[in-house]
């Protein structure tokens, strides 16, 4: 079992940054394939950046390139998302999510983890 817990998000006006915390407890770390996603009501689950199982690729939702940074600290059990240069549609609830055998064809896909935090807001205002 994993358990994860965000943290960092909060209010910031357009043009801001936050850095966005998982930290994860439980079977090991490493291993998993490790993603943020961020929902806004009424619309499905979205990907915004992740790792494939062994860390070594990151893949993000074209949006955000170039404006977010998804790195993981495997000897601390945590992984972070910087995000700069906020605009309003960024405004939404982050999950962190890991999930076990996550292929990367399905790396972007919500149904593929099977570990979710209970998400942080991020409020992004003009």
């Known amino acids: 079992q994993v358990q994860l817990v965000e943290s960092g998000g909060g209010s910031v006006q357009v043009g801001g940054s936050l850095r966005l915390s998982c930290a994860a407890s439980?079977?090991?770390?490493?291993?998993?394939?490790m993603g943020w996603f961020r929902q806004v009501p009424g619309k499905e689950r979205e990907f915004v950046a992740g790792f494939s199982r062994t860390g070594g690729y990151t893949y993000y939702q074209e949006s955000v390139k170039g404006r977010f940074t998804i790195s993981r600290d495997n000897a601390n059990y945590a992984m972070y998302l910087q995000m700069n240069s906020l605009k309003s549609e960024d405004t939404a609830l982050y999950y962190c999510?890991?999930?076990?055998?996550?292929?990367?064809?399905?790396?972007?896909?919500?149904?593929?983890?099977?570990?979710w935090g209970q998400g942080t807001q991020v409020t992004v205002s003009s």
């Open positions: 999510a890991a999930g076990a055998g996550v292929i990367t064809s399905s790396l972007r896909r919500p149904s593929a983890y099977g570990y």
């Open positions: 439980g079977r090991a770390f490493s291993g998993y394939a």
